[in-house]
């Protein structure tokens, strides 16, 4: 995994940000299916590579085509409060995928859409994020 990304960063010179949110980023590449990063790529449509493109890519030794996935704003006219910082991605992650995703955040009910994050429905949220479906406010 890391030794074949310092090889091929070497090779065709790129170099690996370690950027919580993804900010500057062109790429993730990651052997995950699901994750934080993975939401952050999706709101700011970052395209979502594995390794093994990555190795293609050194084989050739240039960049492979890859589609850029359009930015989601899957949340607008959405407004959330976050009840409670006893989530699984903490306060600020959630925060800054509501806004990337078009919503917005606020500290009392807005009409007509309002939709409250805390424990027993961040879940459905990101699962929201990940999957691209709706949520129901």
Not at 14 to 43: F, V, W
Not at 71 to 92: A, L, P, W, Y
Request: hydrophobic share 30%; charged share 25%; aromatic share 8%.
């Amino acid at each position: 995994g890391k030794e074949l990304l310092r090889s091929i960063g070497k090779k065709l010179g790129y170099k690996i940000a370690n950027s919580r949110n993804l900010e500057g980023c062109t790429h993730l590449i990651t052997g995950e299916e699901r994750g934080l990063k993975q939401m952050y790529a999706k709101g700011r449509g970052i395209p979502i590579v594995n390794l093994a493109w990555l190795a293609d890519c050194g084989e050739k030794g240039e960049w492979s085509e890859v589609q850029t996935s359009e930015q989601r704003k899957m949340f607008q006219k959405i407004s959330f409060t976050i009840n409670g910082t006893d989530t699984t991605v903490g306060e600020q992650n959630l925060k800054e995928l509501v806004e990337l995703h078009g919503g917005t955040v606020s500290k009392e009910e807005k009409s007509p859409a309002f939709f409250t994050l805390d424990k027993n429905s961040e879940k459905s949220f990101l699962h929201s994020i990940y999957t691209g479906d709706s949520l129901q406010a």
